[in-house]
């Protein structure tokens, strides 16, 4: 059974770092694409970064994280992480790590094209 748990949230204050990390258990971890995606309440979930596990590439959802987050497999086998530079308090959010088994789904940020999800691990960012 595919497992995802992210981990590294918690609170900063404006212009801080946060680096979150995404563990996929019981998956496959080939040319696959993982991606963030976070949700604030009473607003849809949106896409942040993904990365595909084959080749690297990478994907920002929009200007507003881009040179400002960074999104990379990680060091340890089935890892895929997001730095988090100059946070700002809109970037509050329950930040969710997912996964699918389809390359092509990297860059598309369609939520339910994701078959896999993590449970969530909240950022705070304070002014």
């Known amino acids: 059974q595919e497992q995802l748990l992210e981990s590294g949230g918690g609170s900063v204050q404006a212009g801080g770092s946060l680096t979150l990390s995404c563990a996929a258990s019981?998956?496959?971890?080939?040319?696959?694409?993982m991606a963030w995606f976070r949700q604030t309440p009473g607003k849809e979930r949106e896409g942040v970064a993904a990365v595909l596990t084959g080749g690297g590439s990478t994907y920002y959802f929009d200007d507003s994280v881009k040179g400002r987050f960074t999104v990379s497999r990680g060091n340890a086998k089935n890892t895929v992480s997001l730095q988090m530079d100059s946070l700002k308090p809109e970037d509050t959010a329950m930040y969710y790590c997912?996964?699918?088994?389809?390359?092509?789904?990297?860059?598309?940020?369609?939520?339910?094209?994701?078959?896999?999800w993590g449970q969530g691990t909240q950022v705070a960012v304070s002014s």
């Open positions: 997912a996964a699918s088994d389809f390359p092509e789904t990297c860059g598309s940020w369609f939520v339910d094209q994701f078959e896999y």
């Open positions: 019981g998956y496959r971890y080939n040319n696959n694409c």
